[in-house]
């Protein structure tokens, strides 16, 4: 069974703190990890996946399969980065389920 | 930018009822999936859909619920008679073979 832990449901930070936000997985193969963010009233939206290694927003995520985690980091946390956060795996496939953890909610304190 | 669409965004029903919750998946997407989330948990895999079919469901997906494709462009959840813990926001989403797009959400509330 795959499954995706995100142990803190509510992180504060203040504005120009480093930020990092918790995954970690369990899955037996190689899964597709993303982070999803999703801002208050709007729809969930792809912040990051784990194949690209790209930044965005200034947000980075590196795979560690040894620890089976993909934590979220941000040097310097700006306000506009409130929001709820959503670690996700999926096994490689198209049909494949997206199975979310239960979400960090991010709060940025001016 | 293409977007996955969903109506209504908010729907009131009376127990018992039926409800159909509508998505126009992303043209060009041949996997499609419904999630729901209900208020102040996480987000919850209901089933995927693919080629015309159902390729996994969940156990919250279980004989009220259905999905069909009527036709080239929508992809309907049908819940057949509503109960109180029916209640939650659902969202439709589609993949074309990485990552999944999701709608903006219907909000469900069974009175």
């Known amino acids: 069974a795959q499954r995706v832990t995100q142990p803190e449901k509510l992180l504060s930070v203040f504005k120009g703190a480093p930020v990092e936000l918790k995954c970690n997985y369990s899955?037996?193969?190689?899964?597709?990890l993303f982070w999803y963010v999703q801002y208050s009233r709007q729809r969930l939206q792809l912040l990051l996946r784990?194949?690209s290694r790209e930044s965005i927003k200034g947000f980075t995520a590196d795979l560690n399969k040894g620890e089976t985690s993909f934590h979220l980091k941000k040097p310097f946390a700006q306000e506009e980065d409130s929001a709820m956060y959503y670690c996700a795996l999926k096994r490689a496939g198209g049909y494949q389920k997206v199975t979310f953890g239960t979400g960090t909610k991010l709060q940025v304190i001016p | 930018e293409p977007e996955v669409t969903q109506t209504p965004s908010h729907q009131v029903t009376q127990m018992g009822q039926e409800v159909i919750l509508r998505c126009v998946p992303i043209?060009?997407?041949?996997?499609f999936y419904w999630y729901r989330q209900i208020l102040g948990q996480k987000v919850e895999f209901l089933v995927s859909?693919?080629?015309?079919?159902?390729?996994?469901k969940s156990e919250i997906f279980d004989d009220q619920f259905s999905v069909e494709r009527p036709d080239g462009s929508n992809f309907t959840l049908k819940i057949r008679s509503t109960k109180l813990e029916d209640s939650a926001m659902y969202f439709c989403?589609?993949?074309?073979?990485?990552?999944?797009?999701f709608g903006q959400g219907t909000r469900l509330t069974v009175v």
């Open positions: 989403a589609s993949s074309a073979a990485l990552e999944a797009f």
């Open positions: 859909f693919y080629n015309n079919e159902i390729s996994e």
């Open positions: 784990h194949i």
């Open positions: 043209s060009n997407h041949l996997y």
């Open positions: 899955y037996s193969g190689s899964p597709e």
